[in-house]
């Protein structure tokens, strides 16, 4: 059996190291991410997956622990799809993707990042639904998907985001009712329009999506 001094040591190594095994986990979810797009000004010339963390990258943000928490590519020329790999982007909190050339679904896997306070993602051209798991993210404050292609109705779950200041999703092809229950019921009706929607639901009656 192996003297306890030995077995304590090696938990403290474990404990020591344990960082970087996360933040390399974060850099391998970005390296991912980086195959997936196209680069053709090469804004993402310094994401080098051979270093231990991404801290170092341009429009990557760590905290004081080397977790990344913002990831900024707003209006970066950059095209191509996203993939499942950013919801390992656990303490994420900015993610800015604006004007680009995004294509594709957004990933359900989004909803797994807890940390979230802003989602940039407008002025693209993302398709298919708003994904259901945006509901988990209690901390999120903007939401802007506005200017994108996509479609289906807004997910009802999205009421119980209490944080939630900013909601846009105009210039999509989205449809059914508007909700006005939790924050719905303090955004502009320009957050909604150039879309199929139907207008605000009533209160008390089931919401009903009429051709989605």
């Known amino acids: 059996m192996a003297p306890l001094s030995i077995v304590s040591s090696f938990l403290t ?7 970087a095994f ?8 970005l390296h991912a991410l980086r195959s997936r797009l196209n680069d053709a000004t090469n804004v993402l010339q310094s994401w080098d997956p051979t270093l231990v963390n991404p801290c170092t990258w341009f429009h990557v943000t760590c905290d004081s622990n080397n977790h990344v928490i913002r990831l900024d590519l707003g209006n970066s020329n950059i095209s191509g799809s996203l993939g ?7 303490h994420l909190q900015y993610l800015e993707l604006y004007r680009n050339d995004i294509s594709g679904k957004i990933p359900k896997e989004l909803g797994k990042l807890k940390s979230l306070v802003s989602m940039d993602m407008y002025g ?7 994904p259901k798991s ?14 994108n292609k996509l479609t289906g109705s807004i997910p009802r779950e999205l009421v119980s985001l209490s944080n939630l200041k900013v909601f846009d ?8 009712t508007i909700p006005v229950d939790g924050p719905f019921g303090t955004f502009s009706m320009e957050s909604f329009e150039n879309n199929r929607l139907n207008g605000p639901e009533l209160k008390g009656l089931v919401p009903y999506d009429f051709g989605c």
Request: glycine residues 8%; proline residues 4%.
């Open 84 to 90: 499942p790999e950013l919801g390992e982007l656990k």
């Open 134 to 147: 945006f509901s988990k993210l209690k901390s999120l404050r903007f939401l802007r998907l506005n200017n």
């Open 13 to 19: 190594f474990l404990l020591c190291i344990s960082p």
């Open 124 to 130: 693209n051209r993302f398709e298919g639904k708003i």
């Open 169 to 176: 999703v105009s210039n999509n092809d989205l449809c059914g």
């Open 22 to 29: 996360s933040t390399n986990s974060e850099g391998n979810a």
